[in-house]
């Protein structure tokens, strides 16, 4: 309990310590900006360290920590330090820009563990050391192809002669060596989903898997469905009867499934696909499965899949709104039409994906609901701990949110090209990860340029220091960051302009200058209310002197181009009508001399978005799967897709 009577006392002393304090932060943070600016990251994070510690509750000391480590490589310090800020913070835009770092990183470690042919660690889909422990030495070798009909679960069925007896499958090859690592394999497979991915239970039953020699035998011996790679059936209660696939690949189905081997991307990716489904089987039993959830968890097992680059494939439609509505897609029994199947798949498995992100409780929780009936709304709520109505369309807007990440490709570190620690983001021909707008004939479209006076400072303002690394020569602005290690940032004063905006201006490397360096970087940065770099610079490379036109179309994307070319894009910061004003919102931002001429300014209007052409009829763009056969009628179950003739599953 407090005296009132010893308030008036104690205000006078509690306004001198505030007074006292504030300016000691504040010098912390300018001296910490300073030698994050010069590339010191060692001292700022020595500075940022000890005040967090004793003022817990300053933002601002945790963004640029939380950046000096990541311009060290130290991840996961970073992670913590964003992690804090997100816990700490009232404030909206500072918690969703803690929450985009977070993601970012996460995605910069995915892209330096996840190849083509390798699997994160702590993936839950990934069977540590299946790679290092089967030997392909002779597995592509047909011992005996001579069928021969065999009881299967009660069908009489021409097998492949070679039988290995496993504790829950009987398999069949045409090698002996692989019927026992195939048999040794499922088992790997089925331990590691039942603990990983679904409760423990018991089974009490054994799973025919056949494997013939090729395709052609797979289609025409076995009698899988034309289309397919693999296939599982089952029965009216839900248990698995058998599970088909072949043991030799051609070439191009090799290149589809990432292997060098032709044995390799049948057992490394089809046959956890299709165990998949048996498990999947049995959690459910006779319940009604989605046919979605089917497919993204078997999708997800195989091992060679690199998920988070098919997911950049689809994030550029996902954020243009071409995608399966979620509830569209919860509700499909069977298999979309011919041409649509990939995306199908695809969008699955990007939704477990995502779903994983939250780890494996989120993910048993959502099963779980599922698996009593409950539902979709159910299930979305029990995972992301949301109120149950609504929650499908709030699962889809995260989403859709988290989709923005893919196509904001993983950093690219300009190394030793350029000897400095520059970032850049990436970029590709892909159509799929193009924007569903021209943007460089968006920017052509508008009148009305604002241009900036180049005759004086008034019009900019730096981070930190950077602003004494430009100067004014007539109506050119120059750039000389010779005495700091890292990017100097010139901020563009556009109070009258709201994003969408573009700005342009004429560009010169001077590469005298630059007697060290084959090559300038400069680009374009978004920045806070606070003047601050949020981290996402887009920079062009520059490797003559020449002059060139800079472009940058701040949207969606911060998106720039040189010479009309595309650059690089990285996702905008997100800015609601509640937010501070941003008088600086867009800065120049160089690691070496240039100069710039000719800077414009302007906003863009819903009318002044051209949309990109969409291919011609009968042409199909990068990541599409050809049109599929249409679905068999013999009450197969589920199968892994081909490149050629697409999903045949129902």
């Given at each position: ?262 044995v390799m991307g049948n057992i490394e990716d089809v046959l956890p696909h299709e165990l ?221 302009e709201r994003v969408p905006m573009a700005v342009r201006c004429k560009l010169r490397w ?5 007697p060290n360096s084959d090559v300038g970087w400069f680009g374009f940065v978004p920045l ?123």
């Amino acid at each position: 309990m407090c005296d009132r009577r010893i308030l008036p006392m104690l205000l006078p002393t509690a306004c001198l310590l505030l007074a006292a304090a504030t300016p000691a932060r504040g010098l912390v943070l300018d001296e910490a900006t300073t030698a994050y600016n010069r590339g010191d990251f060692d001292t700022t994070i020595a500075l940022l360290t000890k005040e967090v510690e004793t003022n817990p509750g300053h933002e601002a000391a945790y963004v640029l920590l939380a950046r000096a480590f990541e311009g060290k490589h130290e991840y996961p310090k970073a992670q913590a330090a964003w992690t804090k800020l997100q816990r700490i913070t009232r404030d909206d835009p500072t918690r969703a820009m803690a929450t985009r770092s977070l993601l970012r990183i996460r995605a910069q470690e995915r892209g330096a563990h996840v190849s083509k042919d390798q699997r994160r660690e702590d993936d839950p889909f990934n069977v540590p050391g299946i790679h290092d422990w089967i030997d392909y030495r002779g597995l592509e070798i047909v011992d005996d192809a001579n069928y021969t009909p065999t009881e299967i679960n009660g069908d009489i069925m021409n097998a492949p002669p070679i039988p290995y007896e496993t504790r829950h499958f009987m398999v069949y090859t045409c090698n002996e060596k692989l019927s026992r690592i195939v048999g040794e394999l499922c088992e790997k497979y089925l331990a590691h989903l039942m603990k990983r991915i679904i409760d423990e239970r018991a089974w009490a039953f054994r799973v025919p898997v056949l494997v013939y020699k090729d395709i052609e035998d797979y289609w025409n011996v076995g009698g899988a469905p034309r289309g397919s790679a693999g296939v599982t059936a089952s029965d009216h209660i839900g248990r698995s009867r058998i599970v088909m696939l072949y043991q030799n690949s051609d070439e191009d189905d090799q290149k589809y499934r990432y292997s060098t081997n032709p044995v390799m991307g049948n057992i490394e990716d089809v046959l956890p696909h299709e165990l998949t489904h048996v498990v999947i089987n049995e959690f459910f039993g006779a319940q009604k499965i989605p046919r979605w959830l089917h497919e993204a968890f078997a999708r997800q097992m195989e091992q060679n899949r690199p998920d988070y680059k098919e997911a950049a494939t689809l994030a550029r439609d996902a954020v243009a709104g071409e995608y399966f509505r979620f509830r569209d897609l919860f509700a499909a029994e069977n298999y979309p039409s011919a041409g649509r199947t990939h995306r199908f798949y695809e969008q699955s498995a990007t939704i477990v994906l995502y779903l994983l992100e939250h780890g494996p409780e989120a993910t048993r929780a959502f099963l779980n609901e599922l698996a009593h009936q409950r539902g979709h709304d159910a299930a979305a709520a029990a995972a992301f701990g949301i109120p149950e109505e609504g929650a499908v369309e709030e699962f889809e807007r995260r989403w859709v949110e988290w989709m923005r990440q893919r196509y904001a490709r993983d950093l690219e570190r300009g190394g030793e090209e350029t000897g400095r620690d520059t970032l850049a983001a990436a970029i590709s021909d892909d159509t799929l990860l193009l924007p569903a707008v021209d943007e460089p004939a968006s920017a052509d479209k508008v009148k009305k340029w604002r241009t900036i006076d180049l005759t004086s400072k008034k019009s900019f303002v730096g981070v930190g220091d950077s602003l004494e690394d430009w100067e004014i020569s007539g109506d050119t602005i120059r750039c000389n960051p010779s005495r700091r290690r890292g990017a100097t940032f010139l901020g563009i004063h556009m109070i009258a302009e709201r994003v969408p905006m573009a700005v342009r201006c004429k560009l010169r490397w001077l590469s005298d200058q630059s007697p060290n360096s084959d090559v300038g970087w400069f680009g374009f940065v978004p920045l806070n209310a606070d003047n601050l770099d949020i981290g996402a610079q887009c920079l062009l490379k520059l490797d003559s002197g020449s002059q060139h036109e800079a472009l940058c179309v701040v949207g969606d994307d911060v998106a720039v181009f040189l010479d009309g070319k595309c650059a690089g894009r990285f996702p905008a910061p997100r800015q609601r009508p509640t937010d501070p004003d941003i008088d600086y919102p867009i800065a120049l931002v160089s690691h070496s001399p240039v100069e710039v001429t000719e800077l414009e300014v302007c906003a863009l209007q819903p009318r002044d978005f051209v949309r990109r052409e969409p291919p011609g009829e009968g042409e199909t763009e990068p990541g599409d799967a050809p049109p599929s056969d249409p679905p068999p009628a013999d009450g197969s179950d589920s199968g892994t897709p081909l490149p050629k003739g697409g999903s045949v599953d129902n």
